[in-house]
């Protein structure tokens, strides 16, 4: 597996993907900061990155008109960069058994202190 992390959350995301051995690159250090959400998703579909966001709203929307993706990651809510790190780090662990997320979503988000992991697919009239 291979991760595209969003200008959005920390570049930190990129070296706890490489300690659990994947590739991982952010959007910032390979030159494509500032990109529009419509040309990030093609970029990482043809790429074949899951891409790691915590923009959902837009993001699911660009995604459920894909036919077939790599996957994509939200992290919620926005929160600070430990916090950031905190919860994908237990979206790695959940994908070392769940394994591949072609057309899927695995949202991780934290509720009090307890990390919430939520997969599903999306289609062209959900409305989450």
């Not at 706890?16 to 952010?26: D, L, N």
């Not at 959940?94 to 949202?107: F, K």
């Not at 599903?120 to 409305?127: R, V």
Request: hydrophobic share 45%.
């Amino acid at each position: 597996m291979k991760f595209l992390i969003d200008e959005c959350l920390t570049v930190e995301l990129v070296f706890e993907a490489e300690q659990k051995g994947y590739e991982a690159y952010h959007l910032v250090r390979i030159g494509k900061a500032g990109w529009m959400d419509w040309n990030i998703v093609p970029y990482a579909v043809d790429s074949d990155l899951i891409l790691v966001t915590n923009n959902a709203g837009d993001f699911r929307q660009l995604y459920m008109r894909q036919p077939i993706h790599p996957g994509l990651i939200i992290i919620l809510p926005n929160v600070e960069r430990s916090i950031q790190r905190m919860l994908f780090r237990e979206a790695l662990i959940a994908l070392a058994t769940v394994g591949s997320l072609v057309n899927r979503v695995l949202e991780v988000s934290l509720y009090e202190d307890e990390v919430i992991l939520k997969g599903y697919e999306l289609f062209e009239d959900d409305t989450r």
